[in-house]
């Protein structure tokens, strides 16, 4: 089992942030952590940050964890891929998601109907790119060239490359069905390694109906990681941003979040969440998100328990465990990214 690590995400942006950001993935880089993943979110766009990484590292792999389709017309994000493949020496996986209603009308002003043959057309656009063909495609929500107009069919300027890993955040059965199919990994959120088949039956079913199976799809999942001997100390902080994604992640009646905790077996605890955060009563939310919700989601207690969900995350499936070391430094963070390595190798090893 390999480690990623994520930087960025809703809050990212804050004066002076980003270059503790940075030494995070350097030092990271120096434990063996496979992969860093960037989010935008509403924050810090993917790529910029991604690049600048890309030139204080030298190993680990380069991945958007996401780009959202919304924000970027299918050729640009071909040409954003080519480009950071070639100036990272090929460690850039293209990571691609499409967001929810709340982000993508109301941030991108961009229609929301129809997101899994939106993500579908992206995609194979983006495959043409890359295998440098020109651009010529008619779909029901992209068309190319632009009909009526003086456009003509182009292919990018740069080499082609289809050795570009394209990974994907979906949560929805259908589009969990189609990452089986066509896509090199999943990037899991609202998982829990208990009811694992609530997300990889779905992946698993879509890869044999494509005639892969589900070891053709890397599985990237994992949670935020705290070490310590006081369980219930550690779950308590976590609980806050459970309730935000139950109940903000979407809006009251498109949640893929939600809706994802709903079929891993927490059915009555993600509506009452959703409904009290809807109505506006936020830390009645978080104190209705179920401890067992946090401990199932996320790696937390002592070394042993930490080591027991490792093996529960091995067991489901799960191919590469992405983490979220907690500390409120650089060194404290580091220290638990080490302690998670030293589990993982060890892990490895039985």
Request: aromatic letters at 6%; zero cysteines; hydrophobic letters at 45%.
């Amino acid at each position: 089992m390999k480690v990623s690590i994520a930087i960025g995400g809703a809050a990212s942006g804050r004066q002076r942030d980003f270059e503790a950001q940075v030494d995070f993935v350097v030092e990271a880089e120096k434990l063996g952590v496979d992969t860093v993943w960037t989010a935008e979110a509403w924050g810090h766009d993917a790529i910029a940050p991604l690049a600048f990484v890309a030139a204080r590292t030298n190993r680990i792999r380069l991945g958007t964890g996401i780009m959202q389709i919304s924000a970027r017309t299918p050729s640009m994000t071909a040409m954003t891929a080519l480009t950071m493949a070639a100036i990272s020496g090929d460690r850039f996986i293209l990571g691609l998601g499409v967001s929810g209603p709340q982000v993508v009308e109301g941030l991108q002003g961009r229609p929301f109907a129809g997101p899994l043959t939106r993500l579908k057309e992206t995609i194979e656009i983006i495959r043409m790119a890359l295998a440098g063909e020109k651009l010529e495609y008619q779909g029901k929500y992209h068309e190319l060239p632009l009909p009526g107009g003086e456009g003509k069919a182009l292919r990018l300027a740069q080499p082609g490359n289809t050795n570009i890993p394209i990974y994907l955040a979906t949560l929805g059965p259908a589009s969990l069905e189609y990452t089986g199919a066509a896509a090199d990994g999943w990037l899991g959120t609202s998982f829990t390694p208990e009811h694992a088949d609530a997300h990889l039956a779905y992946i698993r079913a879509g890869a044999e109906a494509a005639g892969r199976s589900l070891a053709d799809v890397n599985i990237q999942v994992g949670g935020t990681v705290a070490i310590g001997n006081d369980l219930a100390a550690l779950v308590e902080p976590l609980k806050a941003g459970m309730a935000f994604q139950l109940g903000a992640m979407g809006s009251a009646k498109t949640n893929f979040y939600n809706d994802a905790y709903r079929r891993g077996g927490f059915d009555d605890a993600a509506a009452k969440v959703q409904q009290l955060w809807v109505a506006g009563k936020r830390d009645q939310a978080a104190e209705a998100v179920p401890d067992e919700m946090i401990v199932q989601a996320n790696l937390l207690g002592d070394a042993a328990m930490v080591t027991e969900r490792v093996r529960r995350y091995r067991d489901a499936g799960v191919d590469t465990l992405r983490v979220g070391p907690v500390g409120t430094t650089l060194d404290e963070r580091l220290e638990v990214l080490g302690q998670v390595m030293d589990i993982v190798n060890a892990v490895d090893a039985e």
